[in-house]
């Protein structure tokens, strides 16, 4: 299928919504940004300005990803991860080292961040992966291979250090329960979760008195038919207890101060009021100040460069991961139901068009989209509003950032080259 057929069947709903958040994304951008001394949109020495040039970039790439084969996304894909896997890697000798992380390449006129298009290469390398006709998610050797996919980029990242783009790829096992993976998986996902948050706040005694309860509870409720096995059940209630124990050691002596501190204020483990205020205001600064902010506007909001805690700078990065509360301040609670209700549509959206995929390579890479743009969208908006510890990852097609918004768009419209090519069958 041609370029011209592509974009005469692409889906116009998720086209439209994407320009629409962009479009708002550089408005609150221009406005978290702008100055007294600010001249035309154009001048690439503000941030609004190369914003500016990085959605004419990727506008380029949206031209380029249309008019190439949809065939062609599929047969490189493993090639792309290699290259993703490659950069990542180049990182520890050639990277740029910003706010403490080494995580960029000074292009000159761009630092380029590969982690945000490693993104992509990654949900596509996985899709292929579980496409083929070889591949049975079923068997513990696709599953563990399927795994190692998300697991090496995340590894490289991590060190940079970037924990919050590593956690990222770990939202790419939902392609995986998607096409079948067994559920206890999940299972002991967010039971590992429980255990951890439980045994931080009433500690590991509790934790065990709670486990004990629960087995005690399933042996008298069970039907005197139902014979469930004592050995798997102490040997789970043995290991989730290690497990528990451990939580401490490693909060304690793997975690940084700012990491204890950060869950410290996320779950209040911090008893003293004047100590938990303290922290609220030094390492939880960025998130009280966005609290702030939000309430501030209200339910229309200050209006259009009318943000006073945005004009005074109160809140670092909020032109990055932090700009939702510029949204909260000057457009108020309307502002932010528009965003939410947009990006709302948009994964709703992609879920269908996923379902309707005629191509499992497809299918899967539309879970994959999904998934990437569903995690950033939730801990994005949670963590500005407090509910989430920060973490630090962009709101897509909102936030600035060059790297972030061309990995995003190329995340997306690949998917919709693949989906107006739906009806086409490719080897």
């Not at 299928?1 to 709903?13: E, F, I, Q, Y």
């Not at 068997?139 to 697991?151: H, N, P, T, V």
């Not at 590593?166 to 096992?173: D, E, H, K, P, Q």
């Amino acid at each position: 299928m041609s370029g011209n057929s592509a974009l005469r069947r692409v889906d116009w709903v998720c086209v439209l919504i994407f320009f629409l958040l962009l479009a708002m994304g550089w408005i609150n951008i221009y406005s978290s940004t702008f100055t007294e001394e600010s001249t035309s949109i154009f001048d690439t020495s503000q941030l609004y300005g190369k914003q500016l040039m990085f959605i004419g970039i990727s506008l380029a790439f949206i031209v380029l990803v249309m008019a190439l084969e949809a065939s062609f996304y599929e047969r490189f894909s493993s090639l792309f991860y290699i290259i993703a896997l490659v950069l990542l890697l180049g990182l520890f000798a050639f990277g740029k080292t910003i706010a403490g992380a080494t995580s960029w390449y000074d292009l000159g006129f761009f630092n380029l961040q590969p982690s945000e298009l490693a993104k992509t290469a990654t949900a596509l390398a996985l899709a292929k992966y579980l496409s083929d006709i070889q591949t049975d998610i079923k068997i513990r050797k696709d599953q563990m291979m399927s795994l190692l996919i998300l697991i090496l980029p995340a590894l490289l990242i991590i060190p940079q250090p970037d924990p919050g783009s590593a956690l990222v790829f770990f939202s790419l096992i939902f392609v995986l329960f998607r096409e079948g993976l067994p559920l206890w998986y999940l299972a002991i996902g967010f039971l590992a979760i429980l255990v951890f948050v439980c045994t931080l706040m009433f500690g590991s005694v509790w934790v065990a008195i709670g486990l004990a309860l629960i087995v005690g509870i399933i042996f008298l409720l069970k039907k005197p038919s139902v014979r469930i096995p004592m050995i798997p059940v102490i040997g789970f209630y043995v290991l989730t207890l290690a497990f528990s124990l451990s939580v401490n050691f490693v909060f304690e002596n793997v975690f940084e101060q700012r990491h204890r501190d950060r869950f410290s204020l996320w779950l209040r483990l911090e008893k003293d009021p004047d100590k938990l205020e303290e922290i609220r205001k030094t390492i939880g600064y960025n998130t009280y100040q966005s609290e702030k902010a939000i309430e501030s506007g209200g339910f229309f909001g200050k209006g259009f460069l009318e943000g006073t805690r945005t004009k005074g700078d109160f809140v670092p990065e909020q032109h990055t991961d932090y700009i939702f509360t510029t949204v909260g301040e000057e457009w108020g609670f309307v502002g932010t139901s528009a965003v939410v209700l947009l990006f709302t549509i948009l994964l709703l959206r992609l879920v269908h068009l996923a379902e309707r995929q005629k191509n499992p390579f497809s299918r899967m890479y539309g879970y994959g989209v999904v998934s990437i743009l569903l995690i950033h969208y939730f801990i994005n908006i949670g963590m500005v509003i407090g509910v989430l510890p920060t973490i630090g990852i962009p709101l897509p097609f909102f936030s600035y950032g060059g790297s972030g918004l061309i990995g995003f768009t190329l995340l997306l419209f690949i998917f919709l080259r693949l989906d107006a090519n739906r009806l086409k069958e490719w080897n």
